[in-house]
């Protein structure tokens, strides 16, 4: 079989590595890809958003499968496009894209049907935003962005003026372009965070597995935001009794929700959830893997990943077993000086082989040059994913690969996981 990924980052990376795997795959197309997904497949040359360009060349090349790694095409109706064409394709359509395309929608969605999340409000004008925002206690509201932002669309102020100038940002001045076209006002939970994900198809919800990631580019969660620098799984607060609920009070009833609304959902479903005094709500929804959760949960994956897109592509995920392993994975990624500002690109990457003896190396902002080095090409660079029994092993095994690869101005968190092994 044909299989062709969309993406270049390094969620793109892992997915390509775990179908590699698969012996019903023989082949396989990353658009438009990265130095690592270079070694495992064909890169080809079109952008991940391009969704003109990307069913031409599902077509030209007989693509028996696509999978797609980023929202925006999904968000943008990817999935309809080829299903139109007669196209296999693994994520969901535009309406149920909406779960991460729209903020707002999604929040509606789960009030009409009883899915725990916070209280929040939507808003399209800044005064009027600013004049509720100041009737709650300050620091008691984060503000969200409506559409997707790469993952930095929400920010936390804990002054009035900090709030002030986020609504202004976001409203007026379009801080994340049309994403911040409207935003929500949404009350501040407080708890661990935790990432879950369950393969989806219509009511069918698959086995779920969670993961924790880190958003802020410093050490103690300092900072600002990023894409997500570093994952763990699993949480040291995880539970069969915590999964069962997750399951039954958020999972189920939100496949049965979009159903019900004639946005039935095909796809990864990722619950962004907050661990609160009350029980488990959610944060937000994606309609996608996480990056840099996916990183971690690919080497956890028990089950050949082509076999669950292309049952879930076909609608028939209840036949199709969903396994996961109890192995513990950390991942640490290593971003570019300045990220996640401004950065320089070109610099060249040493050491990729010998961290390759501790951990699975997953490049995501990476290219080869015209002399033919391993040089970064953005942000967030690469990773290395260490894997054992526990999340110490497994964290010992990240840092020490992470420790043989060295690019000028390289950064890294040192915090990953810790909290999952301190007493």
Not at 110 to 135: H, L, W
Not at 303 to 331: M, N, Q, Y
Request: net charge negative; glycine share 12%; proline share 4%.
């Amino acid at each position: 079989m044909k299989v062709l990924v969309i993406g270049s980052g390094g969620r793109e990376h892992s997915l390509v590595w775990k179908l590699a795997q698969s012996p019903k795959v023989t082949e396989l197309l990353i658009a438009p890809g990265n130095a690592g997904t270079a070694e495992l497949g064909e890169n080809v040359d079109v952008g991940a958003e391009d969704i003109g360009a990307l069913l031409e060349l599902a077509q030209s090349r007989s693509v028996d499968l696509t999978v797609v790694g980023p929202e925006q095409a999904l968000v943008d109706g990817i999935s309809d496009r080829f299903e139109e064409a007669g196209l296999k394709i693994f994520g969901p359509s535009a309406n149920a894209a909406r779960v991460e395309g729209s903020k707002i929608w999604s929040d509606d969605l789960m009030t009409k049907y009883g899915i725990p999340t916070a209280d929040s409000q939507a808003f399209s004008n800044s005064v009027m935003a600013i004049e509720y925002g100041r009737s709650k206690a300050a620091g008691s509201l984060v503000v969200k962005a409506d559409g997707p932002a790469a993952g930095k669309g929400v920010l936390l102020p804990d002054t009035y003026d900090d709030l002030d100038t986020a609504v202004v940002g976001m409203l007026d001045h379009r801080t994340f372009g049309e994403a911040s076209s409207r935003l929500l006002l949404a009350e501040r939970m407080s708890g661990p965070e935790v990432s879950v994900f369950a393969f989806l198809d219509g009511e069918t919800v698959s086995s779920a597995v969670a993961a924790c990631d880190y958003k802020r580019i410093g050490e103690g969660d300092s900072g600002l935001n990023t894409g997500g620098v570093g994952s763990y799984t699993p949480p040291e607060f995880w539970t069969e009794e915590l999964a069962a609920r997750i399951r039954t009070e958020i999972l189920e009833p939100m496949a049965k929700a979009l159903v019900a609304e004639k946005s039935s959902y095909s796809g990864v479903l990722y619950a962004g959830l907050m661990i609160t005094d009350t029980g488990p709500r959610v944060i937000e929804f994606n309609c996608r893997f996480g990056d840099p959760e996916c990183q971690i949960l690919m080497p956890k994956l028990k089950s050949d990943l082509f076999d669950i897109c292309l049952a879930v592509a076909e609608g028939r995920l209840a036949d199709e077993p969903v396994k996961w392993a109890r192995s513990a994975h950390t991942f640490v990624v290593m971003t570019s000086e300045g990220y996640p500002g401004s950065y320089d690109t070109g610099t060249e990457i040493t050491g990729v082989d010998e961290a390759a003896e501790h951990g699975l190396v997953v490049h995501a902002g990476t290219a080869i040059d015209d002399s033919g080095s391993l040089v970064t090409s953005g942000g967030r660079v690469l990773g290395v994913v260490g894997s054992g029994e526990s999340v110490k092993d497994a964290r010992d095994a990240a840092y020490e690969g992470v420790s043989k690869i060295s690019f000028e101005g390289a950064q890294y968190r040192r915090d990953i996981a810790l909290r999952a092994i301190q007493d």
